[in-house]
């Protein structure tokens, strides 16, 4: 009988040790996106201000997709914490993948500054004739003891085609201020700098 007991009471103890595990899970981690940048009215263009020729045709920009380092390819929220190690932010997660959010928001910030234009962020169906973005992003780090954002940007608008060849092109190494020193900081950053990209293009463009 006192083995039986004691085998009913370790039995009892491992449910409870179970059960306790199972209501000590990690809680849901935060996720975080680039913030939406505020709304502008898009005033119509004066009559007579386009030529005919320029009124008429249609002007379409596929965006490809962002091109950035592979150890920044993930849902994980990381900075530089040193010259070779990198830290993630805890119990924090983007939204969606890192390249994939950036892609999005660029596309939103084209939209924006090219009213005129139709941009695709994968490709425009039965559009033969638009030109294609194709933006690097690389180093995209947040290093932390200095508070900046510190990107080599690298975009490059090509024409149609099955062999295409570059007709604009623009570079720039940039370090834009982190504040404050968190997650959502990080983010508005890398809006900014998104943006900085989205203006370059399109006065390009125009």
């Known amino acids: 009988m006192i083995t039986l007991h004691r085998l009913v009471v370790s039995h009892g103890l491992v449910l409870m040790a179970l059960g306790?595990?199972?209501?000590?899970?990690a809680p849901a981690p935060?996720?975080?996106?680039?913030?939406?940048?505020?709304?502008?009215?898009?005033?119509?263009?004066?009559?007579?201000?386009?030529?005919a020729s320029a009124a008429s045709a249609p002007r379409f920009i596929t965006l490809r997709r962002v091109n950035i380092?592979?150890?920044?390819?993930?849902d994980a929220v990381r900075y530089r914490n040193a010259d070779s190690t990198l830290g993630e932010w805890p119990s924090t997660a983007w939204a969606e993948r890192l390249e994939v959010g950036l892609?999005?928001?660029?596309a939103l910030l084209l939209r924006q500054a090219l009213p005129n234009w139709t941009v695709c962020d994968s490709h425009c169906p039965s559009m033969p004739t638009g030109?294609?973005?194709i933006v690097n992003l690389a180093?995209?780090?947040?290093?932390?003891?200095?508070?900046?954002?510190?990107?080599?940007?690298?975009?490059?608008?090509t024409g149609p085609g099955s062999t295409p060849t570059p007709v604009f092109s623009g570079n720039s190494t940039t370090s834009t201020p982190v504040s404050p020193d968190t997650p959502v900081g990080?983010?508005?950053?890398?809006?900014?700098?998104?943006?900085q990209v989205a203006q370059d293009v399109s006065q390009t463009l125009r």
């Open 69 to 74: 380092p592979e150890y920044l390819q993930t």
């Open 139 to 157: 180093p995209l780090d947040y290093v932390r003891n200095a508070g900046q954002l510190r990107a080599d940007v690298n975009w490059r608008i």
């Open 20 to 25: 306790l595990g199972a209501c000590s899970t």
């Open 186 to 195: 990080q983010a508005a950053a890398m809006s900014q700098l998104l943006n």
């Open 131 to 133: 030109q294609v973005l």
């Open 30 to 51: 935060t996720l975080l996106s680039l913030p939406l940048p505020p709304s502008q009215p898009v005033s119509p263009p004066a009559v007579g201000t386009l030529p």
């Open 103 to 106: 892609t999005n928001h660029l």
